[in-house]
């Protein structure tokens, strides 16, 4: 019996410390931001305050679920800008920063570019995520980044196209990893085909501490298999589900967002 007994509570402490390694506050996952994710931007507290107005406004504007504490992730298309800053906001409407990325957003000008659409989108599994095959298309580029990389499917949006008569149609919004080798490097400026490209490393820990997996948690949680999700993941405690994409309409490049690139030649992906 005494086996017994010290082989269950030695089951309970591991049990116990595997969900104590998921991060439980703001603090622990902006530490987590810090140490991880490789392309950081140093954004000035004034900034991080007109983001969050600007989050506050779109969310409660498209009438989201603010009824618990939630991560969200805010996005700035405009290209004086192209950044993305990750934000948890309690219950109450107050709001802590974790952190933010150069990210790549739509790039009118070319046939099939879209301006990436400004919004509330909300990550829901009736627009499955899938994860990069990494395989190489006929330009030698990995459009959603290395094999594994999750790609966070937004649904259809409607959005203004880049070329021709500009007509504002459908496209498919996701937001992905991206070529790591000749792409990644450009993040910062708008490349992309519409959808918004962001570091590897953002991927990994937006994907392992299922920053904005709310509703496949709960899914999960009812006993309906995600296959997106990993075994390995440690879900932080208030994930979220909003991607909120904004455009600050800058006249000059703001000073705290990460250098544009040489102009190059367009690169190949969403």
Known sequence: MFVLALAGAVCLFLSMAAVGAAPASPRELAALYRSQVDRALAVPDGEVRRYQTLAEAALRSA???????????????????????????????????????PV??????????????????????????????????????????RKGMRVYDLGWQRAPKGWGDRATIEMRLQMHATEPDSLEHRLGSAQSKGCVRIPATLNTLLDHYGVLDAEYEQLAADGQAQWVLKEDRETVADPGRYVIIVDSGLTRRAPWTASPPAPRGRGQGG
């Open 104 to 145: 790549s957003t739509g790039r009118p000008g070319t046939f099939d570019h879209f301006e990436t659409p400004a919004g509330v989108f909300e990550h829901s599994p009736s627009n499955p995520d899938f994860r990069a095959e990494g395989t190489f298309n006929s330009n030698g580029i990995r459009g959603y980044g």
């Open 63 to 101: 009438q989201a679920d603010l009824s618990g504490a939630q991560y969200l992730l805010v996005v700035d298309r405009d290209p004086k800008v192209q950044a993305a800053l990750l934000f948890w906001r309690s219950a109450f409407g107050d709001y802590r920063f974790i952190g933010a990325s």
